[in-house]
T-cell receptor
Framework: DSGVTQTPKHLITATGQRVTLRCSPR?????VYWYQQSLDQGLQFLIQ???????AKGNILERFSAQQFPDLHSELNLSSLELGDSALYFC??????????????FGPGTRLTVL | DQQVKQNSPSLSVQEGRISILNCDYTNSMFDYFLWYKKYPAEGPTFLIS?????DKNEDGRFTVFLNKSAKHLSLHIVPSQPGDSAVYFC???????????FGTGTRLQVFP
């Protein structure tokens, strides 16, 4: 158990809908990262928040947005869903103090299926 | 554009033997490399890392080798155990960023 929790575990929805994925980081971790893993793909970095502020952005679509709240949990919002958005979405957290010495701990993921 | 490549989607090794997982990268700005292990229905778990100022890092049965001139790294597992059966991801960090760039993974199966 990494200490990172993600809810829900599974989500099935229809095209055009909007969903929210939730992540609670490990106690004491200030950084939260979101990744997308599509079928047979590596994990694609989407976005990072550090202590409530956006710190880095990757290949995140404009239909997707995220935020980190004062209690440090984070939500990833996916809107106008398309079939191609079906994937595993992972959240990771780290202390956020020392770059590259700072291990990212991953949650179990949310499997999103868009029908 | 796949900056981190794991060209072998799968690898099968007998228990007790050495497992060698390979990873190639294209971005010269990468200066820190990591290996993650992933079991089904779980998130990736950090395994071992190496800074670009080193060419080897060892942790128990796991050793990572880095060849900067060839832009290649490898993970050696000796001896391999059935519990090592998982998907292994290579990942890289570029200088002054926090964005992990992952490869597509290699599925390792260790059989008795």
């Amino acid at each position: 158990d990494s200490g990172v929790t993600q809810t829900p575990k599974h989500l099935i929805t229809a095209t055009g809908q909007r969903v929210t994925l939730r992540c609670s980081p490990r106690s004491g971790d200030l950084s939260v990262y979101w990744y997308q893993q599509s079928l047979d793909q590596g994990l694609q970095f989407l976005i990072q928040y550090y202590n409530g502020e956006e710190r880095a952005k990757g290949n995140i679509l404009e239909r997707f947005s995220a935020q980190q709240f004062p209690d440090l949990h984070s939500e990833l919002n996916l809107s106008s869903l398309e079939l191609g958005d079906s994937a595993l979405y992972f959240c990771a957290s780290s202390v956020g103090k020392q770059r590259a010495m700072d291990t990212q701990y991953f949650g179990p993921g949310t499997r999103l299926t868009v029908l | 554009d796949q900056q981190v490549k794991q060209n072998s989607p799968s690898l099968s090794v007998q228990e007790g033997r050495i497992s060698i997982l390979n990873c190639d990268y294209t971005n010269s700005m990468f200066d820190y490399f990591l290996w993650y292990k992933k079991y089904p229905a779980e998130g990736p778990t950090f395994l071992i890392s190496i800074s670009s100022i080193k060419d080897k890092n060892e942790d128990g049965r796991f050793t990572v080798f880095l060849n900067k001139s060839a832009k290649h790294l490898s993970l050696h597992i000796v001896p391999s155990q059935p519990g090592d059966s998982a998907v292994y991801f290579c990942a890289a960090l570029a200088y002054n960023t926090d964005k992990l760039i992952f490869g597509t993974g290699t599925r390792l199966q260790v059989f008795p």
